[in-house]
């Protein structure tokens, strides 16, 4: 995604080039303490085409910032590696060739020491931008980079999320099910919150970024819609209301199912959510599930996550309820007293969501599991890409995705808002996404 410019580029780019070489070393390490236990070969996997390996989550951050800063910056600086370029875009057409996608397990090399060898290069070229090279630009120029260093941050932040989940999908996979995070302890259960509503009346509502911070242009043009009166329900569905629906053959009730929904289910043989596992031997209904800390017991109490906007879509029918559009969503969020530093997140250390506490309002719209919405990911009304290379990041994507909204447990909190729109396949389930049910009010 890309990052429109905010006003606080009116600042001088001195004072703005310091907060954010803070901001870039503080992510730049944050990025690091992710893979602390990693062995050389988990870097290396990839586990399915949607996911990448470890180094190359840490290559292509570095490259975000060689490519888009520091070689418009200093026309005389010196890639690391003249290949890397090729081997590290990811979907940038106008930034030049790419390695297959699907194929990025494939390379043993550059090996894993390489990568970090990697980092270190554009980190000490990047120290030097920070140190003298706005000072020697006019003001507009450093403006500009430094809005690109602001989008590569935001960028980084994003990986470490894909970063997480990315590994845990391939460790789920290893019959030795090894651990992500060992020091880790699983919080105990709280008990289930009730699930209550919220009521909205109908408005027209100001939709998208409306501020003076970092967003992406996806969030843009502010504009209105009518949102219907429609009550949002407290908190997410919990693994034990899921089960209910799992123990009412939800898996096996076509008339539940969107078309393609069906299809996938029939396909993939879904019949659980994403890392959930019954013992041969066990008794119905006793789950297992793989988290970052290994196999455990599901806890009834917890969020449903790892579910398909499909299984969204399909649980809400059989409750008789509805997926809230991205435009209830948002507006919901913004007339609660919901803010990021509530909600639940990969500062937490927990890397796994947690049950929702009782507040009397709406609980952790922010944190815990992405929340499907039933609008697809496409442009607001006016909506035009940026220019260049980094114009590819959003707009190109606008088919054929599905709104999520309000982050999870291995998002960063500095990461979110209320106007974030991230976007997945329907049938998409690696990510931590989860469902919280709506119910528009008929006139």
């Not at 081997?87 to 990025?104: D, I, K, M, P, T």
């Not at 007293?337 to 639940?344: A, D, F, L, Q, R």
């Not at 035009?384 to 982050?407: D, I």
Request: hydrophobic content about 35%; aromatic content about 12%.
């Amino acid at each position: 995604m890309i990052a429109t410019p905010s006003t606080s580029q009116t600042s001088p780019s001195t004072s703005r080039a310091a907060f954010l070489k803070g901001r870039y070393d503080e992510i730049r390490r944050a990025t690091a303490r992710l893979c602390v236990g990693l062995e050389a070969e988990d870097y290396v996997i990839q586990s399915m085409p949607d996911c990448s390996p470890a180094k190359w989550h840490l290559a292509h951050t570095t490259w975000f910032f060689e490519t888009f800063i520091l070689k418009e910056a200093d026309p005389g600086y010196q890639p690391f590696h003249p290949q890397f370029a090729y081997l590290f875009n990811s979907y940038y057409v106008q930034a030049g060739e790419r390695w297959q996608r699907s194929q990025r397990g494939l390379l043993s090399r550059p090996t894993v020491r390489e990568i970090y060898e990697y980092r270190d290069h554009v980190d000490r070229a990047m120290e030097e931008f920070f140190e003298s090279g706005i000072s020697a630009r006019m003001e507009e120029d450093s403006a500009r980079l430094l809005t690109r260093v602001e989008i590569g941050l935001q960028h980084e932040q994003q990986h470490q999320e894909l970063l997480v989940t990315d590994l845990k999908n391939l460790f789920s996979l290893n019959p030795l099910r090894p651990a992500l995070k060992m020091d880790i302890t699983a919080a105990p259960s709280q008990g289930v919150a009730v699930l209550g509503w919220v009521k909205f009346d109908e408005a027209v509502r100001k939709i998208g970024y409306d501020g003076d911070g970092f967003f992406y242009d996806n969030e843009k043009p502010l504009h209105h819609e009518l949102v219907p009166a429609f009550e949002l329900a407290t908190r997410t569905i919990t693994c034990g209301e899921y089960m209910e629906f799992m123990e009412d053959a939800g898996y096996s009730r076509p008339e539940l199912w969107l078309s393609l929904g069906w299809a996938a289910v029939e396909e993939n043989g879904w019949t659980a959510p994403l890392y959930w596992e019954q013992e041969p031997d066990g008794e119905p209904g006793q789950w297992q599930m793989f988290t970052a800390t290994g196999m455990r017991a599901v806890d009834p109490s917890e969020p449903v996550t790892h579910i398909s906007f499909f299984e969204a879509d399909a649980y809400a029918r059989w409750r008789g309820c509805d997926l809230p559009t991205e435009a209830m969503w948002e507006s919901a969020c913004l007339q609660s007293e919901n803010t990021p530093e509530s909600g639940h997140f990969v500062e937490d250390g927990d890397l796994h969501p947690v049950a929702a506490v009782a507040t009397g309002g709406l609980d952790q719209m922010f944190g815990n599991v992405w929340e499907w919405t039933a609008s697809p990911y496409v442009a607001y009304p006016g909506h035009r890409a940026p220019s260049g290379a980094l114009g590819e990041y959003n707009g190109k994507f606008m088919c054929n995705q599905m709104v999520l909204r309000g982050g999870s447990c291995v998002t960063p909190r500095s990461h979110i808002r209320a106007t974030y729109r991230n976007f997945f396949p329907p049938e998409s389930r690696w990510q931590f996404s989860g469902i919280r049910l709506a119910k528009v009010i008929s006139l």
